[in-house]
């Protein structure tokens, strides 16, 4: 006896994020300038509390495209993160996992996603179609994927860096103590001459949090949270001018898309 197969639909919405992007000049920032204007949810909030209050912009800020991802209860995100790569490889792209309060909070209410990847600079959300397609758990009778949305958002592209005579013994120093690990997530270090790098890339950090990271930082280098400069990761491309960001949701409302997997 055979089982009889009913094809699952999948939502496809697009993620919109509209409004003018300036092309920053590359430079180095420790300090906000005064008396800038902000486009914000909630002044000093932090991740998943609207968009905070951020004058770290300019390349300091980019437009990423990512896939926000609800799957299955019964999915197996390992194996569907793997396909992910996968197919990723054939696009000639890299995938990296962001968290998803990188998303505005009523997406994240409404799709509740398990896993969220985006694109490279670059990336376009042609490429997130045509991943998708590759993507096998995103096809067939039954998809891993319940729904998903694809499209663009803003992050963060910092570059945190501290001069100090042992940049091995610091970083070992803040790994053992979590300074970041809490207020970051996912960041890499490097070492340099007398010098540590600490690159994030990730949701928007309010200037407030971005100030009690530096202060995190210059406390195990004894130095002060002034001496812990704040840059862009690169300054290739287009960054983005917070003052010229509508805020969330304000948007006009998308049409969803079906999609169906057979």
Aim: proline share 9%; with cysteine; hydrophobic share 40%.
């Amino acid at each position: 006896m055979s089982a009889v197969l009913r094809p699952v639909a999948v939502v496809l919405l697009v993620i919109g994020l509209t409004g003018c992007s300036t092309v920053a000049q590359p430079g180095l920032k420790s300090e906000p300038p005064a008396g800038t204007a902000v486009l914000a949810g909630e002044p000093g909030a932090d991740l998943g509390n609207g968009r905070p209050a951020v004058t770290f912009d300019g390349l300091m800020v980019r437009r990423r495209v990512v896939v926000a991802i609800r799957p299955r209860e019964s999915a197996d995100l390992v194996s569907l993160r793997g396909q992910l790569d996968q197919a990723a490889h054939r696009l000639g792209l890299s995938l990296a996992d962001i968290s998803p309060t990188v998303l505005d909070a009523d997406v994240l209410e409404e799709l509740g996603p398990q896993l969220v990847v985006t694109l490279p600079e670059g990336g376009t959300v042609d490429d997130a179609g045509r991943l998708i397609d590759l993507t096998p758990s995103f096809g067939g009778a039954f998809p891993d994927a319940v729904q998903f949305q694809i499209g663009p958002v803003l992050v963060h592209d910092l570059r945190f860096a501290v001069r100090t005579a042992d940049p091995r013994t610091l970083r070992e120093a803040i790994e053992r103590e979590g300074i970041l690990a809490d207020a970051l997530g996912t960041y890499s270090s490097t070492t340099g001459t007398e010098e540590l790098r600490i690159d994030y890339t990730g949701p928007l950090l309010s200037d407030d949090l971005i100030q009690s990271i530096r202060a995190g930082i210059a406390g195990p280098a004894r130095s002060e949270p002034g001496d812990v400069s704040v840059s862009p990761r690169s300054t290739e491309g287009d960054g983005v001018q917070m003052e010229s960001e509508p805020p969330p949701g304000s948007a006009p409302p998308l049409t969803p898309h079906g999609h169906t997997g057979g």
